[in-house]
């Protein structure tokens, strides 16, 4: 009964490449976070959706297109992987109203 | 706008140890406070919070203490054990947005 999953959880792939990633939480939360977390483990937010719609978009490369199908699933999808887009991916979610955050398991993303 | 300022680590320390993690912040208006865990290989975990000036906010034998004057909510455990080697992030989060501002994380490595 995992409250926030992600696939995959290792992603190992080449510059140039397209991936994506997907989150899942079964908590009925109606807003959803990608973080970029550094080798230094600094958490970057990178997007938020609201009940599918998209609210918080911070300064990232649009390589990067989140797309949330319904309020329980946010992907992230990256094209021309970068050898500088290597780093630990977290999904997040919340509910509406509140502050505490749900993580996922993370993903982390290796582009050789 | 706000932020929040943590100490840097690694924090190294022996086994039973008191430990003392610092975090400050600066906030336009009342923010709640939190301290958040990150297990190796884990996602984020809510570790405690504070909501209000003066509040407590405790959980596995972690205390934190919602200071307004010093603008300050400390981490604090008495006898660290080696399963408290993680990173741990401090917190805000403003109630007109329910968003949160992170620190940087301080990574803790306990010595037995």
């Known amino acids: 009964d995992t409250a926030v999953s992600q696939t995959p959880k290792y992603l190992v792939t080449q510059m140039g490449n397209d991936k994506s990633i997907k989150c899942e939480q079964n908590l009925g939360h109606d807003t959803m976070y990608w973080y970029k977390q550094d080798s230094k483990k600094f958490l970057k937010i990178m997007f938020s959706?609201?009940?599918?719609?998209?609210?918080i978009n911070e300064t990232v490369p649009n390589r990067f297109s989140p797309k949330s199908p319904d309020k329980a699933h946010l992907n992230l999808h990256i094209n021309s992987l970068e050898l500088g887009d290597s780093a630990v991916y977290f999904c997040a979610s919340r509910q509406t109203g509140t502050s505490e955050q749900y993580f996922g398991p993370g993903t982390r993303l290796t582009v050789t | 706008g706000d932020s929040v300022t943590q100490m840097e680590g690694p924090v190294t320390l022996s086994e039973e140890a008191f430990l003392t993690i610092n975090c400050t912040y600066t906030?336009?208006?009342?923010?709640?406070l939190f301290w958040y865990v990150q297990y190796p290989g884990e996602g984020l975990q809510l570790l405690l919070k504070a909501t209000k000036a003066d509040d407590k906010g405790s959980n596995k034998g972690f205390e934190a203490t919602y200071r307004k004057e010093t603008t300050s909510f400390h981490l604090e455990k008495g006898s660290v054990q080696v399963s408290d080697s993680a990173v741990y992030f401090c917190a805000l989060s403003e109630d007109s947005n329910y968003q949160l501002i992170w620190g940087a994380g301080t990574k803790l490595i306990i010595k037995p």
């Open positions: 959706y609201n009940n599918k719609e998209l609210i």
């Open positions: 906030a336009t208006g009342y923010p709640s």
